[in-house]
């Protein structure tokens, strides 16, 4: 019995360190809420490239910083804040309520912002661990890099909405890697 309870206790101590999962744990709603803002972000889909002036831009997410290898090991709760951040931060601007539906963007921005509060004690968690890379570095900056130069596009076409419809369909694409980094997380 005692050597039993040895190896339940050593067992629970492993799963709930550093070298667990990601000894971390987020609501069992987390998933579900991703989902649901990836499909309400698509629900506010204009559709309106059609007739926007072709832009040579390459203003591509940097998948293989956010879904490859670096991420597993680094920060992946770091590099999922740092993108639903920006995505976040871009909703907040004047320019988004004039370029969308008021009232799903409201919605959208509630639930980011719940998911943001989700993630606070994982990422306070992750940044207090050993070896964490620094967000100056790494896949996060890649994703502030990447936020950044959407702003400045947004900047650049004076947010006219053929601006918007494009880093739009930027978000969208994003949006599988977030719930890939989600999934990756829970």
């Not at 309106?48 to 831009?57: E, F, H, L, M, V």
């Not at 920060?75 to 740092?82: C, K, M, S, Y």
């Not at 976040?88 to 980011?112: C, I, K, Y």
């Amino acid at each position: 019995m005692a050597l039993l309870l040895s190896l339940l206790t050593a067992l629970v101590v492993i799963s709930c360190g550093p070298g667990g999962s990601l000894g971390c744990d987020l609501p069992q709603s987390h998933i579900l809420l991703s989902k649901e803002n990836a499909l309400l972000f698509r629900r506010m889909w204009r559709n309106s490239t059609s007739s926007c002036p072709k832009d040579g831009r390459d203003l591509r997410l940097p998948r293989a910083m956010v879904n490859g290898s670096q991420v597993q090991k680094a920060q992946p709760i770091a590099v999922l804040h740092e993108m639903l951040r920006h995505i976040s931060d871009l909703l907040l601007t004047e320019h988004a309520s004039a370029a969308w539906d008021t009232t799903l963007l409201n919605q959208l921005r509630m639930g980011l912002h719940r998911q943001l509060a989700d993630l606070e004690p994982c990422l306070k968690q992750e940044t207090e661990e050993e070896g964490a890379v620094p967000p100056t570095q790494g896949p996060t900056l890649a994703v502030r890099r990447y936020f950044e130069g959407l702003c400045r596009y947004l900047k650049d076409k004076k947010y006219s909405d053929c601006a918007w419809d494009r880093v739009q369909v930027e978000i969208l694409k994003s949006w599988s890697s977030i719930l890939n980094l989600t999934r990756h997380v829970k």
